[in-house]
């Protein structure tokens, strides 16, 4: 497969989940429309990086190496724009099955978001680095960033989340899991990649890609909307939503 095939096929993925997303998404609760805004935005937003990317908008060449000569490597610096507003939204979505009942401390998803981006950043800066010493520095610091955003879902988060009912507590557990899970795999795919080593070769480092980011955001989209559709159901049927229920449906009622 080339490099092409994948571009256009992450366009094309992106587009069908996001176009699924919002069809299958609801919005009785203001909670529930937000998840669905949030979980749709995410595709849309990754989907035109690839449509950029594909169309040669997206990239930009750069020496293959210090010693490489006139050899060149496409450098996707649209996957990093890309990044930088879906995984903070991805995170707020997170943060708001954590915290179902009530965002308790906005702070900490300001931590996380905040951490997130400063790993993104120096992500940027480690793709954009010729120098070893200075590239591999970029990088350290923003797998420590990375850590911190761990940190922020499985400590921090956690911790609010344990003060949720039963359900709320293991859809929480269970994106948690796999959100982090399918995040873990990008450093290392950067790492052997044009952008690092340049082992994996173009085409299979974006075919890796393209396929990490269809699970983070197409596969648990579908599911965190599929999930907070079940909890606002449980909600409603308890009375526990009837307060944060759209003006017009309640008004209808």
């Known amino acids: 497969m080339t490099p092409q095939f994948w571009l256009w096929l992450g366009f094309a993925g992106m587009s069908a989940g996001a176009a699924l997303i919002l069809f299958i998404g609801k919005s009785r609760t203001r909670a529930e429309e937000t998840d669905t805004i949030i979980h749709g935005l995410v595709p849309i937003i990754a989907a035109c990086s690839y449509l950029a990317m594909a169309a040669g908008q997206g990239s930009i060449a750069l020496p293959a190496g210090p010693d490489a000569g ?6 996707y610096f649209a996957r990093y724009i890309d990044w930088s507003f879906t995984t903070p939204l991805l995170l707020l979505g997170l943060a708001n099955t954590a915290m179902h009942s009530g965002m308790r401390r906005p702070a900490i998803v300001w931590g996380m978001i905040g951490s997130d981006l400063i790993m993104i950043v120096t992500a940027f800066v480690f793709g954009l680095s010729q120098v070893a010493w200075l590239k591999w520095t970029w990088f350290a610091i923003s797998c ?10 499985f400590v921090q988060l956690r911790q609010e989340n344990a003060r949720e009912r039963d359900d709320v507590r293991a859809a929480f557990l269970r994106n948690a899991v796999f959100l982090s899970v399918v995040w873990l795999a990008y450093p290392v795919v950067l790492l052997f990649g044009d952008d690092g080593l340049g082992l994996l070769g173009p085409a299979l480092g974006l075919g890796i890609i393209a396929g990490l980011d269809l ?3 197409v596969a648990y989209g579908l599911m965190a909307t599929v999930q ?3 909890r606002v159901d449980r909600d409603l049927v308890e009375g ?7 003006p017009h449906l309640a008004a209808a009622e």
């Open 228 to 230: 907070t559709a079940k």
């Open 144 to 153: 420590g960033a990375f850590l911190a955003v761990y940190y922020g879902i």
């Open 240 to 246: 526990i939503g009837a307060s944060s229920r759209r």
């Open 215 to 217: 699970t983070a955001k």
């Open 70 to 75: 006139t050899a060149t490597r496409a450098f």
